[in-house]
């Protein structure tokens, strides 16, 4: 089953930048699917677009149960809460614990403290970080605060993880481990849309690879290859 369906989609800013033309693309419930093109290409409008960060200009976009072309303001936090985003520079609170940072997740939407505590030490011992729940991020290497980050961004079990450049500030042993874990939470049924330049990566961890260049989709192959020289 599709979980994210878009038609025909371009997004324009300010009447003159196209940031993407014409993209037609199906990714279905339970897929890895990693994002690849040159800087400039469209990679993160084509993200933000997923959870309505940026409204589409044209086209049709679907994701679950959402039309992101007729979502009013007020039910943008309703799609929000089925997707978990991960950035290249985690951006924690830098006064909460790591407990704190991903307990807050599900406190703003009103869960019980009793489920924030059970649910937060899973998802950090997914991660693998329990034994540093009492942290504070500038405790914590780069690759331990990714894996906060993305504990926070599937704590409330989204259907889709997007993570925009994820392992962008790690050496390539700490990506690899990065990397086992979102796998991991893809064997769980997660979705996972990673946009990246990591070459190695792709190459080594085949998944679907979906590039876009120019704002164009020019390729989409399972298990393809990253395909650039940088
Ligand atoms: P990538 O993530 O592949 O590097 P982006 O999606 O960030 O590419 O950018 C695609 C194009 O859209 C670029 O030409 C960029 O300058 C432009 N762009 C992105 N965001 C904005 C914005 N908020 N306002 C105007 N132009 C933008």
Request: overall charge positive.
């Amino acid at each position: 089953m599709a979980l994210i369906e878009m038609s025909g989609v371009s997004k324009k800013f300010h009447r003159s930048t196209t940031a993407l033309r014409d993209i037609s693309v199906s990714v279905d419930q339970g897929e890895f699917v990693y994002i690849v093109g040159p800087s400039g290409a469209g990679k993160s409008s084509f993200i933000k677009l997923l959870y309505c960060e940026e409204k589409i200009s044209s086209g049709s976009l679907h994701v679950g149960e959402f039309n992101l072309a007729k979502m009013k303001k007020r039910q943008v936090p309703m799609l929000r809460r089925s997707i978990g985003v991960v950035f290249q520079d985690y951006k924690l609170l830098p006064k909460k614990t790591v407990f704190e940072n991903v307990a807050f997740a599900m406190e703003v939407i009103g869960e019980k403290r009793r489920n924030i505590k059970k649910r937060v030490e899973e998802v950090l011992d997914l991660v693998g970080l329990k034994h540093k729940a009492r942290s504070f991020p500038n405790q914590l290497s780069g690759g331990e605060q990714q894996r906060v980050a993305i504990a926070r961004a599937i704590v409330n079990n989204p259907k889709l993880l997007i993570a925009d450049e994820p392992t962008g500030n790690l050496d390539p042993e700490i990506s690899m481990e990065i990397m086992q874990v979102l796998e991991r939470i893809n064997l769980q049924g997660t979705t996972v849309l990673m946009a990246t330049h990591n070459s190695q990566i792709v190459n080594t961890l085949r998944h679907r690879v979906i590039a876009i260049e120019d704002g164009r989709l020019v390729r989409d192959e399972e298990e393809g290859e990253y395909g650039y020289n940088d």
